[in-house]
């Protein structure tokens, strides 16, 4: 819900309650709002960098009716086993912090590096797939049935292209035939324009498109491999 809506919402149920709050923000309710500012801007398409940072809720214009609350304790400290692991998580941490206040980072250009220390990257080039794999995931096979082996790993990847790179080499781990699912897509075709959609949306274009929360056109699987359902 965004920040008008709701002001809206609760505006109308404080008229109903009291009536001399309808003209305070969000009806005089106490409104707790959580985020982390150093999350990347919102995308706007086809827009300049004014109107990106206009978007932000910073500008928002209630933004001078909050008050900023800054956390500053770690609660995954808190809940480390061991005085090396609490050492290892607390310079970790550290370092993310300094990564965020570009404390450590050099600028190029119109561009921020960052150097990454050699406890944090894959040194190896022979096969650097094949090493995050088994790093991440190890003794893969043996706890294929164990969900919470998942719950305390995961792989991160920038970009849907690495994703798939991933899960195409995790399915090379297992033996056995495979299994190809394709999906069916067909276009709604509406009266207007009937003629130019058939001629640009062709089924191998929409066989191609790739986009984060869809599925692929083509799943392959083999028994025994894990898969999320949404």
């Known amino acids: 819900m965004c920040f008008e809506a709701l002001d809206q919402t609760l505006r109308d149920l404080t008229l109903v309650t009291n009536q001399h709050k309808i003209h305070q923000p969000f009806g005089g309710k106490i409104v707790v709002l959580g985020d982390d500012f150093r ?3 919102l995308v706007i398409l086809k827009e300049s960098r004014h109107d990106i940072l206009s978007s932000t809720i910073n500008s928002f214009h209630m933004w001078s009716f909050c008050k900023v609350l800054k956390l500053h304790m770690n609660m995954r400290l808190l809940m480390s086993s061991s ?8 310079r970790f941490a550290n370092w993310i912090l300094d990564v965020g206040n570009k404390n450590i980072s050099s600028v ?25 794999v ?10 294929m049935s164990d969900y919470m082996y998942f719950q305390s790993r995961i792989i991160l990847a920038s970009t849907l292209e690495s994703v798939e790179k991933v899960n195409d080499f995790i399915l090379t781990i297992f033996s056995g035939m495979e299994k190809e699912y394709l999906s069916y897509d067909t276009t709604c075709q509406v009266d207007e324009n009937k003629d ?10 929409l066989n191609d498109i790739k986009y984060s929360g869809l ?15 949404l």
Request: no cysteine; charged share 25%; hydrophobic share 40%.
């Open 39 to 41: 999350q990347i801007l």
């Open 83 to 90: 005085d090396q692991h609490d050492g290892e998580i607390k």
């Open 108 to 132: 190029v250009g119109d561009k921020s590096e960052v150097e990454i220390t050699d406890d944090l990257l894959i040194i190896t080039t022979d096969d650097p797939l094949s090493h995050l």
């Open 134 to 143: 088994y790093f991440a995931h190890s003794n893969f096979l043996q706890n």
């Open 196 to 205: 130019v959609q058939q001629e640009l949306f062709t089924l191998e274009f």
């Open 215 to 229: 599925p692929n056109h083509r799943l392959t699987l083999r028994l025994g491999v894990a898969i999320m359902l």
